[in-house]
Each structure stands twice: as structure tokens, then as C-alpha cells.
């Protein structure tokens, strides 16, 4: 039991249920950081959205949950920012005294009563598109990925001094994984199936790869949700997905979401080259799945975007592909051409990623998190 426990309470947004029921990969992340602080002694609550069967108020593990009344994700902004305000105003009546709340809803951060919440701790795991002004109340902005705090203090300038950069965490059961070497020849993605994703870029890239010498014996699996509720871009996305994989017949297979981490687990461990192809240059903040599948032991291919650049350095631990590019699937298909055709090349950059995502395990992290903490409060 640390000597000075600190009341701790994570306030996670309107959409997903914790645990993760529905997915969510702020969800997933705080859930684990609240464990950890749980377990380093500190009183830790953790207030989410009311969903199913889940109770309304229970302790499980040393932590309290609080679960609150909301709703399913709209395609409207302008209906998803409304049911966040209404979220927040709940939380606020339900809010428990506290040292430090942490939250990364748009809203909360607005209407939250010092007196009950103690410093306000905002986790930005998105790009700011203009509300960053409205956190000058705030006494701490957490960027996930040095991109975002860039982004932050761009927009808002007069914010930087509360700005701190930490990235997301990976839990040891992640790291526990075979060789690359001695995993069947199969390409994954993990994520949302939505455009911003590019999930149709890598469908052509595989293709593409397939008609070349060293490709024509793998597999692809594409593991992620495709409703809106979920995060993805609905029925009609998949349809075109569905389309564009249908010439490759059982090579290529559609899993649906996978929420469960054992299950996770065992998808990175069954694919030996992991492909991220995210075309959000101002949507995608880190990239958590690329770096469990680095834990993973996975050779990992990302897009050039800026985020990914926190954790992997081309032609190193990882390698990157120009989505901006005129072709796009061509220069990810040669690319995975190239890892599968050169076995030690594709060790190479499995072994480099896996020792790079150590420096994120989890207790890591979680202790940054609190020592971010305690300076807030005037602790040592």
C-alpha cells in the first residue's frame, strides 16, 4: 500500500461500455492503467456508460465501478456531441470526491465541480479540431503521441506549459508470443473497418501481391467491427470490401470484432506480418494496434503517417508505406512482397518492434501516470 494513496477516478466517454463489450480502445487502455493504480495502493474509480447486464455500481478487482445511462454512437457529430453533453451532466451527479479526474470526454472537462473532482486531467487520444480553448480550466492535456501535443499547442499556445506527451500502454500477456518464424504465412489487420482505416487499400495491395513470385501461399485476415455503433462505416463498406476480396476466394477471411484479449492475443500470434494502412492523417492519434502487434512479435507496415513515427522508425522495427503516393497499393504490395520473399528480413523487424513496444508494457506507463499525477497534487 503506498503511503499517500491518491484518489483516482477515470471517467470514460458515452459510447462504450467497460469492459469493453463493444470495443474501444480508450476503454481497453484505462481500464488496465486503473488496475495498475488499483494495485499500487491508490483508491480508483472508474465511471462508464450503463450497458446490458453489466451492474450499475460494483467493486471488482480494487476498483469501483460506476456505471451511468447513455446511448449508441450516431453518423452525426452534431447528435454524438449533444449525447456527450447529456452524458456529462449525469456523470457530474454521480462523481465521487476525488484527487484527480481523469477523462477524455469532449464535454465533461465543461461542467466538472472542482470541489468534487479535484485537478482535471484531460486525455486527448484524438487530433483537436478546435476545442482545445475551451480546456483552459483544465490542469493537465495528456497527448497520446507527440503529434497530438504538437497539434495541441498549435491551436491553443497559450496551453503548452499543461501539455505532457504519454503514450498508450501494452499489457504483458502481449509479449508472451512464438517467432515470427514459426507462425503460418498470414497478413493481419486489427481495427475498425472503416474508409479512414483503409482497409480497401490493403484488399488491393494483397491482391496486387498475390499475382507476385512469394505471396501466393498466404492468407489474409481482416479482424475488426463494421457497424456504426462500433466505430466502423456500416453495412455498405463492408459490401465493398466483401466485393473487392471475393476474387481470393478463401484467402482472405473476414472475422468480425473480436473484443476478448485472449482472443486478440492469439489472432497477433497467428499472423507473422501485421499491416495498419491508415489513411486519417488528422483522426489516427497513435496506432495501439500496431504496437500489440509489435509486443506480438509481428513484423508491422503502417502508412507514413506522423503518429506512428513515436514508436517506429522505418526500415528499423517497422517498415512504412507512402499512402500519399499515385499508388499507394502498389507500394504496399512490394513492400509485403519484399517481407515475405526475405524470412530474415521479416525476423529482423519482428525482434527490433518487439523490444521497441517493451519500453510501453504496461506497469511502464502506468507509473509515468502517476508520477504525472502526484506533481499535479504536490506530491513527491
Known sequence: MTRSPMRITLVLGPFFPVPARLGGAVEKVHLALAEAYAQAGHEVTVISRRYADLAHEEVVDGIRHIRVVSFDRSSSLAVNLALDFRYALRVRRSLPPSDITVTNSFSLPLVLSRRTAGKIYVHVARFPKGQMALYSRADRLQAISQAVADAITKQAPWLAGKVVTIGYPVPDAYFNAPATSARPRTILFVGRIAREKGVHLLLKAFAAARDRPGLSDWTLRIVGPHQVAQGGDGDGYLAELTA???????????????????????????????????????????GLAPLEAMAARCAVVVSNLRCFDDFIEDGVNGLKFDHRGRSPENDLARILTRLATEPNLLEQIAEAGHRTAAKFRLDEIASRMLQDFKSLLGRK
Open 244 to 286: 473487392l476480396a471475393h476474387p481470393l476466394g478463401p484467402a482472405c477471411e473476414f472475422v468480425g470484432p473480436v473484443f476478448d484479449q485472449d482472443a486478440l492475443i492469439e489472432a497477433y500470434r497467428s499472423a507473422a506480418i501485421f499491416v495498419y494502412p491508415s489513411l486519417a492523417e488528422t483522426g489516427e492519434a497513435f
